[in-house]
Structure formats: structure tokens, C-alpha cells
């Protein structure tokens, strides 16, 4: 199965700042099919991009991805602290579908 | 509103058995297929099992393949997970999540809250 390597484990910024997040996958993901979710303490997870970059419905445009083969990023262009959350990569292109550790983003 | 609300969880002994229930509101049900993803306590988010619109197709993991099975019932907007010969690996809060399409592409555009599932003795 397809192994994603994210980093950092965490990330600590304050509010206004540029946060980039990395995932890397043991293998070519097949179509680019990588998503990336949310993960807020007793919220459902959500889901922020789809193929790579295309944003999920309701998305402000501050979230953002871009990558293809092995490398992806995620961006948030302007942290604001509702951001504060665990963001999972995901990729969808070959079975079984296989997640990220996760990344911690906090906002101080 | 898309809705989805995870039941069922709660302790079991190894070797037991527990039925998770998804219901969901607030969408065309039979149109999307239907998964579940779950988290071991430290651990990473695993995809469990999926079942197509019709619930004519289903797809499982290897770790619980033979021993869990699922099933939806469209006319009450619910889906099942049974799961037999349970494990202390499957310790886990179970979360129910809707695909983006009818099959299973794999991705997941809503989620429930999740429900745990203990197995212990």
C-alpha cells in the first residue's frame, strides 16, 4: 500500500502568517487523486481540496494545494485561529486509500 | 444540511461481535456511496470498508476483510458495519463518511462524529 509522509509533525505560527504543509507519498499517486482534510477536537473531519488543488465546496480560497507525482503541498495563505486543527493528507489513487500521520497546525 | 450520525459503539470482549450504524439525512442517500474510516487511539486514520450507491458493490480493507461486513438499507437511510471476531487492534472511534461519487472513489466529502469501539477483556 501507497505510504504518505507528512511534515512537520507540527507547526506553530501566528495569526496572519503562511502556513505550508508537505506530504509526501512512498509512490506516484495515481491521477494526482490526493485530498486534504481537517481535523478540529470534537468536529467532524473536513475536507478542505480534492484532486490535488481543487478546493471542496465552501472552501475560502485562503486553502489551497498544488503538488502531482510523489510531492504535494497544502497552503493556508492567512492563519486565522479557528485554523488551529490537525490537517490529514489522503490519497485516492490506488486502493487501499491510505492516509497521513497528520500535521498539527496551532496558532499562537 | 448533510448529515451523518454514527451509532452502536461501545465494548466488546476478543472474539465479540458489534454492529455499527450510519444514518444519514439531508441527501439523496442511494446516490453516494458510503464508507468507514476509523482511528486507533495514537494512531493514523485507516479506511475500513465501502459500499456502492445500490449496495450492490463492496470493498473492504485487508485488516478486516472476512471478518467484517457491510450492508445499507437505502429505504432508511442507513448503513451497517458488522463486525465479528473482534481484536484489540480494532480499538478505534469508527467514523461513517460519504463519498463524492455514487462508487468508490475514495474520497470523502462529509463524516460523521464518530462512534468508539472498545474490544477488551
Known amino acids: 500500500e501507497i505510504v504518505l509522509t507528512q511534515s512537520p509533525g507540527t507547526l506553530v505560527l501566528p495569526p496572519g502568517e503562511r502556513a505550508t504543509l508537505s506530504c509526501r507519498s512512498s509512490?506516484?499517486?495515481?491521477?494526482?487523486?490526493v485530498a486534504w482534510y481537517q481535523r478540529t477536537p470534537g468536529q467532524a473531519p473536513r475536507l478542505l481540496i480534492y484532486?490535488?488543488?481543487r478546493r471542496a465546496t465552501g472552501i475560502p480560497d485562503r486553502f489551497s494545494g498544488s503538488g502531482s507525482g510523489t510531492d504535494f503541498n497544502f497552503t493556508i495563505s492567512r492563519l486565522e485561529p479557528e485554523d488551529s486543527a490537525v490537517y490529514y493528507c489522503q490519497q485516492y489513487g490506488t486502493s487501499p486509500w491510505t492516509f497521513g500521520q497528520g500535521t498539527k497546525v496551532e496558532i499562537k | 444540511e448533510v448529515q451523518l450520525l454514527e451509532s452502536g459503539g461501545g465494548l466488546v470482549q476478543p472474539g465479540g461481535s458489534l454492529r455499527l450504524s450510519c444514518t444519514a439525512s439531508?441527501?439523496?442517500?442511494?446516490?453516494?456511496?458510503i464508507n468507514w474510516v476509523r482511528q486507533a487511539p495514537g494512531k493514523g486514520l485507516e479506511w475500513v470498508s465501502a459500499?456502492?450507491?445500490?449496495?450492490?458493490?463492496?470493498w473492504y480493507g485487508d485488516s478486516v476483510k472476512g471478518r467484517f461486513t457491510i450492508s445499507r438499507d437505502n429505504s432508511r437511510n442507513t448503513v451497517y458495519l458488522q463486525m465479528n471476531s473482534l481484536r484489540a487492534e480494532d480499538t478505534a472511534i469508527y467514523y461513517c463518511?460519504?463519498?463524492?461519487?455514487?462508487?468508490?472513489?475514495?474520497?470523502?466529502?462529509?463524516w460523521g462524529q464518530g462512534t468508539l469501539v472498545t474490544v477488551s477483556s
Open positions: 484532486g490535488a488543488s
Open positions: 439531508g441527501f439523496t442517500f442511494s446516490s453516494y456511496a
Open positions: 509512490q506516484s499517486v495515481s491521477g494526482n487523486y
Open positions: 459500499i456502492g450507491g445500490s449496495g450492490a458493490d463492496t
Open positions: 463518511a460519504r463519498d463524492l461519487s455514487r462508487y468508490n472513489s475514495g474520497c470523502f466529502d462529509f
